[in-house]
């Protein structure tokens, strides 16, 4: 499974961004698809993640009230939709694939979003 992220840049304090992912390869029909995001010096935590078949979502506490996951499953895609960021928002953000059934997981390659006061 290949992932590609997109969406990244810069933004002010109170602004948005969207982040988009697409899955590509063998993609199984039981799959999870998220984002997590590392600062620097800082473990890499959950911001997202949404699964395939009943769209459940799951939230960091960073994230809720303030972000929104979504998926579109016919083009193996995830989005995170990011409103009212924060300096604190500042990381790069990690597209995550997991195939539930065969307990493997993949990462994208990153995307940075920077959050200016």
Do not use: H
Request: include cysteine; hydrophobic fraction near 35%.
């Amino acid at each position: 499974v290949q992932l590609q992220a997109s969406g990244g840049g810069l933004v002010q304090t109170g602004g948005s961004l969207t982040l988009s992912c697409a899955a590509s390869g063998s993609i199984s029909s039981a799959n999870v698809m998220g984002w997590y995001r590392q600062a620097p010096g800082k473990e890499r935590d959950l911001v997202a993640q949404i699964t395939s078949r009943r769209q459940v979502t799951e939230y960091g506490d960073s994230a809720k009230g303030r972000f929104t996951i979504s998926r579109d499953n016919t083009k193996n895609m995830v989005i995170l939709q990011m409103d009212n960021l924060e300096p604190e928002d500042t990381a790069r953000y990690y597209c995550l694939y997991v195939a539930v059934l065969e307990n493997t997981m993949y990462w994208g390659q990153g995307t940075l979003v920077t959050v200016s006061s």
